[in-house]
């Protein structure tokens, strides 16, 4: 258990665009809490030279591996890219976070327990006891809340952080939960992960986290982004609305 805290066996993936100031840092922060753990940068050809920087410490740590893609083409394809990295290279556990500095990787030996003792996914969770966020004003934190009390309600799912983008998965789940059908982008991509967890009957587990607004650089989050994923919420209830209506059908053979 000791060695799995430490990361053993586990892959975080980073997907990265402009974060040069914050990689450095943030590694340092992975290593003093999951020394053992393997680091993913997926950079989007970042202009700032986070990629080149990314590939000066892989050079010299061999925990650190980067992924160069041709150009910003957003989160949700940086992880699936990723996550398709890391099971080719029998990953057990392969892990989402931030490189901004708002997931603080000293809750990184709690995901991976969770996931070694009672989890298939864990969900580093902004809204269950003991999680918080903080340096967000009023409005940015109604529209988190809201966002994911509608998904939750529309869904009817009762994972209380959908839209938290700090999760843990075991390499399994992944693997059957069809991520090559996943076509949801922006805000809706962690909801339809999760969904499609929830939906295949996988254990996910929340822990509680405290989420702080980025330390350096300029949020990647705007109003198009969150528009954009609270309407792609409607196609995954129309999945789910599909699928029940198969299932209630009569066969041939029940006529």
Same mark, same amino acid.
């Given at each position: 258990?000791?060695?799995?805290?430490?990361?053993?066996?586990?892959?975080?993936?980073?997907?990265?665009?402009?974060?040069?100031?914050?990689?450095?840092?943030?590694?340092?922060?992975?290593?003093?809490?999951?020394?053992?753990?393997?680091?993913?940068?997926?950079?989007?050809?970042?202009?700032?030279?986070?990629?080149?920087?990314?590939?000066?410490?892989?050079?010299?740590?061999?925990?650190? #591996?980067?992924?160069?893609?041709?150009?910003?083409?957003?989160?949700?394809?940086?992880? %699936?890219?990723? /996550?398709?990295?890391?099971?080719?290279?029998?990953?057990?556990? =392969?892990?989402?976070?931030?490189?901004?500095?708002? #997931?603080?990787?000293?809750?990184?030996?709690?995901? /991976?327990?969770?996931?070694?003792?009672?989890?298939?996914?864990?969900?580093?969770?902004?809204?269950?006891?003991?999680?918080?966020?903080?340096? @967000?004003?009023?409005?940015? #934190?109604?529209?988190? @809340?809201?966002?994911?009390?509608?998904?939750?309600?529309?869904?009817?799912?009762?994972?209380?952080?959908?839209?938290?983008? /700090?999760?843990? @998965?075991?390499?399994?789940? =992944?693997?059957?939960?069809?991520?090559?059908?996943?076509?949801?982008?922006?805000?809706? /991509?962690?909801?339809?992960?999760?969904?499609?967890?929830?939906?295949?009957?996988?254990?996910?587990?929340?822990?509680?986290?405290?989420?702080?607004?980025?330390?350096?650089?300029?949020?990647?989050?705007?109003?198009?982004?969150?528009?954009?994923? %609270?309407?792609?919420?409607?196609?995954?209830?129309?999945?789910?609305?599909?699928?029940?209506?198969?299932?209630?059908?009569?066969?041939?053979?029940?006529?």
């Amino acid at each position: 258990m000791e060695a799995e805290r430490k990361g053993a066996g586990a892959l975080i993936c980073v997907p990265t665009y402009e974060e040069v100031e914050n990689l450095p840092v943030l590694l340092e922060r992975i290593w003093s809490s999951a020394p053992l753990a393997h680091v993913l940068v997926a950079d989007d050809a970042s202009p700032d030279g986070t990629g080149e920087l990314a590939d000066r410490i892989a050079s010299g740590d061999g925990r650190v #591996h980067v992924l160069h893609r041709s150009g910003k083409q957003g989160l949700a394809k940086a992880y %699936l890219a990723s /996550f398709a990295w890391g099971l080719e290279r029998d990953y057990q556990v =392969l892990v989402q976070m931030d490189a901004d500095l708002s #997931h603080d990787p000293a809750y990184l030996p709690t995901l /991976f327990e969770a996931l070694a003792s009672r989890a298939d996914v864990v969900v580093g969770s902004r809204r269950v006891p003991g999680g918080g966020i903080e340096n @967000w004003g009023p409005v940015r #934190h109604f529209v988190s @809340w809201g966002g994911s009390t509608y998904s939750r309600l529309l869904l009817g799912l009762e994972v209380r952080d959908l839209t938290g983008g /700090f999760n843990g @998965w075991r390499r399994e789940v =992944l693997e059957a939960i069809g991520l090559e059908a996943i076509d949801s982008t922006g805000y809706c /991509f962690q909801i339809e992960l999760k969904y499609r967890a929830v939906r295949s009957g996988w254990r996910v587990v929340e822990v509680p986290i405290v989420f702080r607004n980025r330390e350096r650089g300029t949020s990647k989050m705007d109003f198009a982004i969150f528009l954009e994923g %609270l309407l792609n919420v409607w196609k995954l209830r129309g999945v789910e609305v599909a699928r029940s209506a198969a299932a209630r059908a009569p066969t041939a053979s029940g006529r």
